[in-house]
């Protein structure tokens, strides 16, 4: 499976972007996927994830309530709508896969996905 984010781009604080995660592979689908973000200097740390089905999208208490992620199996993609953006959201931001298929029980540690995509950053100004 490769992975392909974007979407990123310069946004003034309290504004809006939507992320995207493209796949190739047949068993995209099948994956749940994550969300994570690395801002200059600091680690790389989780943000949102989605099971296979949908139905189990989980937050990272950071971005809970201004985030949503969802996903469109029909378009092998997954989505992460940004609103009420703050400066310190600003970073890169990648997707990844978790290759255990159906499976309704969504890594949220970087260690528990296999398939990454290259990033896109996003930088929100003050």
């Known amino acids: 499976v490769q992975l392909q984010a974007f979407g990123g781009g310069l946004v003034q604080a309290g504004g809006s972007l939507r992320l995207s995660c493209a796949a190739s592979?047949?068993?995209?689908?099948?994956?749940?996927v994550g969300w994570f973000r690395q801002a200059p200097g600091k680690e790389r740390e989780f943000a949102a994830s989605?099971?296979?089905?949908?139905?189990?999208?989980y937050y990272a208490d950071s971005v809970k309530g201004r985030f949503t992620i969802s996903r469109d199996n029909a378009k092998d993609t997954v989505y992460l709508q940004m609103n009420s953006l703050k400066p310190e959201d600003t970073a890169v931001y990648y997707c990844?896969?978790?290759?255990?298929?159906?499976?309704?029980?969504?890594?949220?540690?970087?260690?528990?996905?296999?398939?990454w995509g290259q990033g896109t950053l996003v930088t929100v100004s003050s």
């Open positions: 592979g047949r068993a995209f689908s099948r994956y749940a």
């Open positions: 990844a896969a978790d290759p255990r298929p159906y499976s309704e029980v969504v890594p949220t540690t970087a260690g528990g996905y296999v398939y």
């Open positions: 989605i099971s296979w089905s949908g139905r189990n999208p």
